[in-house]
Every structure is written in C-alpha cells, then in structure tokens.
C-alpha cells in the first residue's frame, strides 16, 4: 500500500480544482437573473410644470444626471418624445438614451441602449401632486437587462440596491434644481 503512486501530482490537481471551480461560476452566472428593477421617490419643492422643464429634454436631464465626458451628441428633435443623446466614450462604450413618451406636465419615459442593444434600460419619471402643498412627488423607476452575459448575472444581482442608490441621488440633484425655478437651457451639444 505504501507504494502506491498518486494518479496526479499537485500541480494538475490545483489546475482542475481551478477550472472545475471557473465552470461552476460560469454556470451559476448563466442561472442567475440578468433583469433588475429599481425605484426611488422623493417630494420636490417645486410646481409640476418647473420639474417637468427638467424631463422632457435631453439637456435638461443633462443638468440632473450624469453623462460620458466625451463623444456625446444629439440626436431628433430639441425636446419631447424623440429627442435623444448619442455616446461614444472610451471607458462606457457606445449608447443611446430617447425620450419614447412624453406626457405633460406629470410623466416621460426613456430607453437606454448601450453596445447596440447588449444592454437595455426602460424608465420611467412620474410626477403627481403631493398630499401637502409642499410641492410634486417625483417616483422614478428604472428596469433592465444585462443580457446573458454570465458575469453580468452577478452584477445584475447587485443592480437593483446599486440603481436605487443612484436614483435617490439624482432626485436630490433635481429637487435642488426645480426648487430654484424652471430649467434654463445651455448651449445644446454637438449635432
């Protein structure tokens, strides 16, 4: 018995347990939900109409939210249902972002595209007035899907809390804006 030889010596055991363990995160990646959804809400101090200056254009969003640094354009019309913002910046890649229904004074809702389509984005802003006279309440819901990229399942796990957070943030930015009167649009990107 002492003179057995191990079938494998220690360095193809430590390769295999290695790629076994890489399969078993791959696998569990393609198990894994790629869709998300998130939600914030928040009273904004402002009349429906003022929020509203902050909506319906890609320039007033660009006040609010954050964009790429570089390659960013316009795209369709200034304002309403159409208008959007091209990108293509080295480190977020390529995307889209269009305004697809624009209802005044209390709701818009945008698509996302990045990498031609490899990730989609729908959302929504709502404004309904408030049960106070303080001002609107601005629910915004984001849902998406990552693809069926196996690594983006893991990210797509953690999306939802990530997303809600970034949500929260920019409808503080807004409520700050609206609060002090209507968007004043600056000079419009590059066509």
Known sequence: MSGQRVPFGPGVVILGGGALLLCAVLLLGFLLPTAW?????????????????????????RSWTPWPDSGLSAAGPLSGT???LTWDDPELGSGRWELVDVRPPRR?????????GAMLTHGTVSILPSTSDDGVL????????LGRN????????????????????????????????PFRSSPAPTR
Not at 41 to 61: I, K
Not at 108 to 116: F, L, M, N, S, T
Not at 138 to 145: A, C, I, P, Y
Not at 153 to 169: C, H, P
Request: hydrophobic share 45%; net charge negative.
């Open 108 to 116: 818009v809702a945008y698509a996302v595209e990045v990498e031609g």
């Open 37 to 61: 959804e998130a939600s914030a809400s928040r009273l904004v101090r402002a009349s429906p109409e003022a929020v509203f200056g902050y909506l319906d254009s890609p320039e007033g969003w």
């Open 138 to 145: 601005v629910t915004w819901r984001e849902s998406g899907d």
């Open 150 to 181: 196996p690594l983006m399942g893991f990210w797509a796990f953690f999306m939802s809390r990530a997303q809600t957070t970034e949500l929260e943030k920019g409808l503080e930015r807004l409520d700050e804006l609206a609060a002090t009167g």
């Open 82 to 84: 159409g208008a959007a």
